[in-house]
């Protein structure tokens, strides 16, 4: 019985992370799941989130844009649209970014390419916030 999984996240831009983990957790369309060692083969499409692994008994997030995630021999590939480290969050910057896309939503008609384009950058920006509470934290 295996005792750790590969985890690799790639975006269109770049390979953002590749590293050994004992467990991960993803926001998926229809819900957050989690994958342990010898987990089934397994896909699904991904929401825009945290993405939580633990690795070394500690706790490290990433925020996700969208995509896909398979699990397959024991590697979990997830293709992002966009994704970023915990680490890496500028909080100030991305707390303007949400107060910018919630005020792009409220001058929006709703149902318009605006609005939905607001309602993404809101999204993908409360995930970066979440993402940045979850950085790496001893479990």
Not at 95 to 124: D, H, I, M, V
Request: charged share 25%; net charge negative.
């Amino acid at each position: 019985m295996a005792t750790r999984l590969l985890l690799r996240v790639v975006t269109p831009k770049q390979s953002v992370l590749e590293t050994e983990v004992q467990e991960v957790t993803a926001p998926g369309t229809v819900g957050e799941f989690g994958v342990l060692p010898d987990h089934v083969t397994f896909l699904s499409s991904l929401e825009c989130g945290v993405l939580r692994y633990r690795k070394n008994q500690r706790e490290a997030a990433m925020a996700i844009r969208g995509g896909f995630a398979e699990v397959r021999d024991n590697v979990m590939t997830v293709l992002a649209d966009e994704a970023v480290s915990a680490e890496e969050i500028v909080v100030d910057a991305t707390r303007q970014e949400l107060a910018e896309a919630e005020a792009a939503l409220q001058r929006a008609p709703f149902g318009s390419t605006e609005y939905a384009q607001a309602e993404s950058e809101k999204r993908w920006a409360e995930a970066r916030l979440a993402a940045s509470r979850a950085r790496s934290t001893p479990s």
